[in-house]
């Protein structure tokens, strides 16, 4: 996603930079050896960071959609970063910069004249793409469905041994089944649902209250001290979506931890007449934080 902010009076030259981010990008060998450096930073960060999520999110996804689509990695290997080349990113934006698959909006501006600079940057007016001119017309893109097969992933690493504030070593697990694409009727329900669990870990540092009426803080971590941390996600897609629950315990319980969660997924069937004022709230948190 590319954004920019700007005054309301401006939105012409702003619209005029972003098309000209999208379609005439200089891409040169060094950039690319820059941000080869940068991604196997971002990949050796991944393995050893503290906070489990991204990686978490990255082998659920692999085995609820192994070997496809949304089960490939999101990360490059990292014996592939040295294989990219500039003609392997034009290729990318041949490929996905293409006008059905761009949504431009705007906050704050008139619509009507909007839409007409919208025309002007982004339409023939606005240029001849950079790939066009290397690469020829645009390939046809890749509209493969989700497909979902379930599984199971396993991933092991070394915990981080820090000397000066040592860290209890945890395990990490997320539990989850097929979900509603954001298209779907369904979504709604798995949405109130995601706030229905809430979560979070057994200290939260958004404040004394936070989230702490969710059922995964009163029925999980209010119950059972050796779980540190027990959240709810809704992952939805275009074709598929994932409903899982991503908790931490210490190694010698985590077959404990996956008993209670999955506990938990079966209490979903159970009447919970407060689930309307969950959600009520949440959203006039929303508001108010907007």
């Not at 997320?174 to 979560?199: I, W």
């Not at 319980?253 to 079966?266: A, I, M, S, W, Y």
């Amino acid at each position: 996603m590319y954004a920019l902010t700007g005054f309301s009076s401006s939105s012409l030259p702003l619209l005029r930079i972003l098309s000209e981010a999208l379609f005439q990008p200089i891409i040169t060998r060094e950039k690319i050896d820059d941000q080869r450096d940068e991604v196997l930073f971002q990949i050796e960060d991944l393995q050893r960071r503290l906070d489990p999520e991204p990686l978490l999110t990255e082998l659920i996804h692999a085995a609820a959609y192994r070997d496809n689509t949304l089960g490939f990695s999101k990360f490059c290997l990292p014996e592939d970063v040295g294989r990219v080349s500039e003609k392997d990113v034009l290729s990318v934006l041949k490929r996905y910069y293409v006008p059905s698959r761009i949504t431009v909006c705007g906050v704050g501006v008139k619509h009507d004249s909007f839409v007409e600079m919208v025309k002007e940057t982004f339409g023939e007016v606005g240029g001849t793409p950079v790939w066009k001119e290397n690469l020829g017309e645009p390939a046809i893109p890749d509209h493969s469905i989700a497909q979902y097969t379930g599984g199971m992933i396993k991933n092991h690493s070394e915990p981080q041994r820090l000397v000066l504030n040592p860290l209890p070593e945890l395990a990490h697990v997320a539990v989850g089944f097929e979900a509603a694409s954001f298209h779907h009727p369904d979504f709604f329900p798995f949405s109130v649902l995601n706030t229905l669990l809430g979560g979070g870990g057994s200290f939260s540092a958004g404040g004394p209250g936070k989230g702490m009426y969710s059922r995964l803080y009163t029925d999980v971590l209010n119950r059972h001290h050796w779980v540190q941390n027990a959240t709810a996600y809704n992952h939805a897609y275009a074709d598929s979506g994932l409903f899982c629950i991503y908790g931490s315990a210490a190694p010698d319980q985590l077959t404990d931890l996956v008993q209670v969660l999955c506990d938990e997924f079966g209490k979903l069937t159970e009447p919970y007449g407060r689930v309307g004022g969950l959600v009520a709230g949440s959203l006039l948190s929303f508001l108010l934080a907007g």
